[in-house]
C-alpha cells in the first residue's frame, strides 16, 4: 500500500516517500507508511489511520528506529561506511538512511559493553521481536562501550555483535529512559522472589473493555423466532473469565430457539456459545441472528457456534443485536459453555508453559507448568531480570516484561 501511496501521491505532484521500521520495539512484525512534505519541508506521515486515534495513543507508539527508502546508494549507510562488515537483515541494504532524529529528536545512547571490543568495531542493538532478538539499530564498540545515535525511548534494547549470521549478547539489556538514561537490567544480588503470571503477552486496554462489555449479556431461549417469549437461562452478572466461562441452567423448560444478547452497546461480541442438553450433548442447529458489523461473513453469527475460540461475532447493531441458533425440535438446556472476544493470550487451563529469565547473555528456564487455573505461580525466581513466559502448546504472541510491585511490566 505504501508504494502504491508514493506512485499516486507523485503522480500528483506531491512530495513523498517511505518510511519504515525494521522490527516493531513492543509487538509482531515490521511495518512501512508513506510521509508527505508540506510547503514547510515538514514530514507527515500519512498511515490509514493516523488521524483517527487519540493523540497519547499515537505518542505511544514505538519505532525503536526508522529508516527512509531512497533510490541511490546512500554514503552515510553502515553498509557503505563498511564493506566488510556482517551487517544484518535489511539494515544492510545500502538505500537507507536513518531518520529517526526527525521523529523522536536527537541523542546519544553509550551503552556498557561485557568485553573492551577495540575501537571501531560495529555492534547493534536488538528488540524482541516474539520470538528472539531482532538488530534494529547500528553503532560502535569503542573500549567497554557501546555509541548508539538517535534511538527511541522507553523500550528494552539488548546490545550485540552479529558473525557469520549469529546474534552474541554483547551486553546487558537496558531500558532507555524517556530522561535519555541507560537503566541495565542485570538483577546482580541473591534476592529471589515468588511471581504470579497472567498473560504471555502485553494486554491492552480493548482486551479488558471485551470483558466488561458482556456484563448484563443474556442467554436465552424461546419457542418464537422473534423471542416474544424469551426466557433468561442466564444473566452474566460480572466480568467473565478470559476462556471457558462454564454456568448451570435450572430451568425446566424446553425451546426451539436458543441465543446470545448482548447488553447495550456491546454490539454483541462473543468467540463461542454453547449449549448442552439434559444428557450434557452439545445442542446443534441453524444459525440465527442479527447482521454482522461488516454486513457480511467475517464477524457473522455462526462465527459463535463454529468451534472456534480465534473467531467472534459483532453486530452491526449496537444495542439490539444477539446471536442464535434454531433447533429442529424443542429441547431442555442444562448448562451453557461460552468464551468472551479476546487476544487469548492469558495463562490458562491445560496449557504448557515455560518461564525463561535471562542472564548474562542467554535465556533460563526456570521450569515448565501446565495450571489447572487462569494464572500461574513460580517461586524462587531472580529477581531483578527481564523474562519471558512461553505457551509451548500454542499461539505465537509473547513479550518480554519485567516483574515490578508484584505485577508483570510489559517491553
Not at 424461546?222 to 433468561?232: E, G, I, K, L, M
Not at 443485536?321 to 424443542?330: T, V
Not at 442444562?334 to 472476544?341: E, Q, T, V
Not at 504448557?352 to 517461586?379: A, F, H, I, K, S
Request: charged share 25%; with cysteine.
Amino acid at each position: 500500500m505504501s508504494g502504491f501511496n508514493v506512485a499516486l501521491f507523485r503522480a500528483l505532484g506531491i512530495p513523498c516517500g517511505i518510511d519504515r521500521v525494521v522490527q516493531n520495539p513492543h509487538r509482531i512484525g515490521s511495518h512501512m507508511w508513506t510521509f508527505m512534505v508540506d510547503t514547510n519541508g515538514r514530514k507527515l506521515p500519512y498511515l490509514w489511520n493516523y488521524y483517527n486515534i487519540d493523540r497519547e495513543e499515537r505518542m505511544e507508539e514505538k519505532y525503536g528506529k526508522v529508516y527512509r527508502d531512497y533510490f541511490s546508494v546512500q554514503t552515510t549507510n553502515w553498509a557503505v561506511s563498511y564493506p566488510d562488515e556482517d551487517i544484518p537483515g535489511i539494515l544492510k541494504k545500502p538505500f537507507l538512511r536513518d531518520v529517526s532524529d526527525e521523529y523522536f529528536g536527537r541523542n546519544v545512547a553509550v551503552v556498557p559493553l561485557y568485553d573492551s571490543a577495540g575501537d571501531g568495531r560495529v555492534c547493534y542493538l536488538a528488540v524482541f521481536n516474539n520470538a528472539g532478538w531482532s538488530p534494529v539499530a547500528v553503532g560502535t564498540a569503542a573500549g567497554f562501550q557501546g555509541v548508539f545515535n538517535n534511538i527511541d525511548t522507553a523500550i528494552v534494547y539488548l546490545p550485540v555483535y552479529h558473525r557469520e549470521g549469529k546474534l552474541t549478547a554483547a551486553g546487558d539489556p537496558f531500558i532507555y529512559t524517556k530522561n535519555h538514561e541507560v537503566k541495565s537490567i542485570r538483577g546482580g544480588n541473591e534476592r529471589v522472589q515468588k511471581m504470579h503470571l497472567v498473560k504471555k503477552y502485553t494486554g491492552t486496554a480493548m482486551d479488558r473493555l471485551l470483558l466488561d462489555l458482556m456484563v448484563q449479556g443474556v442467554f436465552e431461549g424461546a419457542n418464537t423466532p422473534d423471542f416474544r417469549d424469551a426466557v433468561v437461562l442466564h444473566r452474566i452478572t460480572k466480568v467473565p473469565l478470559p476462556d471457558s466461562n462454564w454456568v448451570r441452567v435450572n430451568c425446566p423448560s424446553e425451546f426451539r430457539y436458543l441465543r446470545y444478547r448482548g447488553p447495550k452497546g456491546s454490539n454483541s461480541c462473543i468467540a463461542e456459545a454453547m449449549f448442552f442438553d439434559a444428557d450434557g450433548k452439545l445442542i446443534r442447529g441453524a444459525c440465527i441472528g442479527t447482521p454482522s458489523a461488516e454486513n457480511g461473513k467475517t464477524w457473522d453469527c455462526t462465527k459463535v457456534y463454529d468451534g472456534s475460540k480465534h473467531t467472534y461475532f459483532a453486530a452491526q447493531d449496537a444495542d439490539t443485536s444477539w446471536a442464535g441458533l434454531q433447533l429442529a425440535i424443542p429441547v431442555r438446556v442444562s448448562r451453557i459453555c461460552y468464551i468472551p472476544r479476546n487476544d487469548d493470550n492469558f495463562v490458562k487451563p491445560g496449557d504448557l508453559y515455560e518461564l525463561l529469565v535471562w542472564d548474562r547473555g542467554q535465556w533460563y528456564t526456570m521450569g515448565r507448568q501446565v495450571p489447572d487455573t487462569y494464572g500461574l505461580d513460580y517461586e524462587g525466581v531472580p529477581a531483578g531480570h527481564l523474562y519471558w513466559l512461553r505457551d509451548l502448546t500454542e499461539g505465537v504472541e509473547e513479550r518480554i516484561f519485567t516483574y515490578e510491585q508484584g505485577k508483570q511490566v510489559w517491553w
